[in-house]
């Protein structure tokens, strides 16, 4: 590979990362032809860019973005090496367990998930706990609203009462 086709490799996926900062990185090596079209169209399905890469021009890449979590990804930089981009946390660790379970592959290595390294396969079901941006603005939402929601509960409650009540008495005489 030329040096040329190296430096556009590294600049597309510094873009990339811009763009979608969490990351998780795979091994992909062994799945055939069939297996690795269907990972794809799973990954296209769920807005998840897929991309394989070499270990040296990702480590540059990683080297030029600067982020010191970054650095704790550089071990897990050996063999096949998958990239997958994305802007719901939690959607590749998802797809990478349950196509694992069928197929033995994709191998979670490492992610950098909302400026956090995660490492090691441990590290998956931990990830597939995060909750999104939006998951978690709609929990705050919720939070906020139980209040206002209550006494607006018990406001319509005491109305409801007090008609009751009004209409018991004038029932009564």
Not at 26 to 41: C, M, P, Q
Not at 97 to 110: A, H, I, M, T, Y
Not at 131 to 155: C, F, M, N, T, W
């Amino acid at each position: 590979m030329k040096k040329e086709q190296k430096g556009q490799i590294i600049e597309s996926l510094a873009a990339q990362l811009k763009t979608t900062p969490d990351f998780y990185v795979v091994n992909i090596e062994g799945l055939d032809a069939g297996k690795t079209s269907l990972l794809r169209r799973e990954c296209f399905a769920q807005n998840i860019k897929l991309v394989v890469v070499k270990n040296t021009l990702l480590k540059r890449t990683l080297e030029m973005a600067g982020i010191e979590e970054m650095k704790l990804l550089f071990p897990v930089l050996e063999g096949s090496t998958a990239v997958m981009f994305t802007e719901n946390v939690n959607a590749p660790a998802r797809l990478i367990k349950s196509f694992g379970q069928e197929n033995k592959k994709p191998v979670f290595k490492g992610a950098l998930v909302q400026e956090c390294a995660y490492v090691g396969e441990d590290q998956l079901d931990n990830l597939i706990n995060i909750k999104s941006r939006e998951e978690l603005i709609g929990d705050i939402a919720g939070l906020i609203l139980s209040p206002a929601q209550r006494l607006v509960l018990a406001v319509k409650a005491a109305g409801s009462n007090m008609a009751g009540i009004v209409k018991t008495l004038a029932e009564r005489e």
